[in-house]
């Protein structure tokens, strides 16, 4: 072939690959969404089933049903919710709560889900949350989500700024008119404290959201370490909340506030945020 021939190739070769990419986006987008609409009809015919049942009272099936259409959402609210009082009408508090945890803690706004878990925590004081400081701190402020205090930071910061180039400007003209200069720029430094404060909240936020958490479904022993061999440490009782630290194999390290650790089976807790 005449190396002429080449550049001429590539060149239809790209122009081809121009008019028709479109038309294959076209088809994967139309073969997304058609999947996106059976799998939305799936979810809705398991979740009516799960009603349907939960009328008769056949609360087991009832759960069953909330599963199999929770493994097709597993970040929606009304499954998350309807499953937590599922397995609270079977008597088993410890998964109710955890459902409903982590309903909440994708949907903190849900103020059903408040009023659900508040309800079982008030009547079960076993179903208490872990107690460290951070964690006392990060909790009521999980109704609001870190980009509003992003926002407030951002603002704060830049009426500081604003408010020292304004301070600037007075007392170099003051300085100019031999009048007694300003002294410290108070609404300057008000801002950028509000600014450090705000900061400290949107790190808060952050934490809270990449810290793993459990919550126990089923009355466990804490161990010292990964095995059953190992001496047990502490006694969870369903429905206590845990902090996630470390997976090995069948077991989970977790804290139970005030900085006290040990291994848990992987299969008595449930977790309910990060990884």
């Known amino acids: 072939m005449s190396s002429q021939w080449i550049p001429f190739t590539f060149v239809s070769t790209f122009v081809l690959v121009l008019l028709l990419g479109p038309f294959g986006l ?18 809705e015919t398991h979740f009516g089933q799960a009603l349907e049942l939960w009328r008769a009272e056949s609360y087991d099936d009832a ?3 909330f ?40 949907h903190p706004d849900s103020q059903r889900v408040h009023d659900a878990l508040n309800s079982l925590e008030q009547k079960n004081p076993n179903l208490h949350r872990s107690t460290n400081l951070i964690e006392s701190l990060q909790v009521p402020l999980r109704r609001w989500s870190y980009e509003i205090f992003v926002v407030l930071s951002g603002l704060a910061l830049f ?40 900061l400290g909240v949107v790190g808060l936020k952050l934490s809270d959201e990449f810290q793993s958490r459990a919550t126990v479904i089923e009355a466990a022993e804490l161990r010292s370490g990964p095995d059953e061999r190992f001496a047990t440490v502490s006694e969870l009782v369903s429905g206590m909340e845990v902090q996630v630290k ?15 650790t040990g291994w848990v089976l992987k299969s008595k807790i449930f977790l309910t945020s990060g990884g």
């Not at 997304?32 to 799936?42: I, L, Q, S, Y």
């Not at 410890?94 to 409903?100: D, E, F, M, N, T």
């Not at 604003?162 to 007075?170: A, D, E, G, Q, V």
């Not at 470390?246 to 977790?254: G, L, R, Y």
Request: no cysteine; glycine share 8%; hydrophobic share 40%.
């Open 159 to 198: 009426s500081s700024g604003w408010n020292l180039i304004n301070h600037l400007k007075k007392q170099s003209a003051e300085a100019e008119e031999a009048v007694r200069p300003r002294g410290w720029p108070k609404r300057s430094m008000l801002s950028f404290a509000m600014f450090l404060l705000l």
């Open 26 to 43: 076209i088809g994967f987008a139309t073969e997304h969404e058609g999947a996106a609409k059976e799998r939305a009809v799936d979810v």
């Open 246 to 260: 470390k997976v090995q194999s069948d077991w989970i390290q977790v804290e139970i506030g005030r900085g006290w």
């Open 67 to 106: 599963e199999r259409a929770l493994s097709m959402e597993p970040t929606n609210e009304t499954i998350l919710f309807n499953l937590g009082l599922a397995y609270g009408r079977t008597n088993r508090e410890g998964r109710s709560v955890a459902y409903l945890r982590k309903a909440l803690l994708l």
């Open 63 to 65: 759960i069953e049903s």
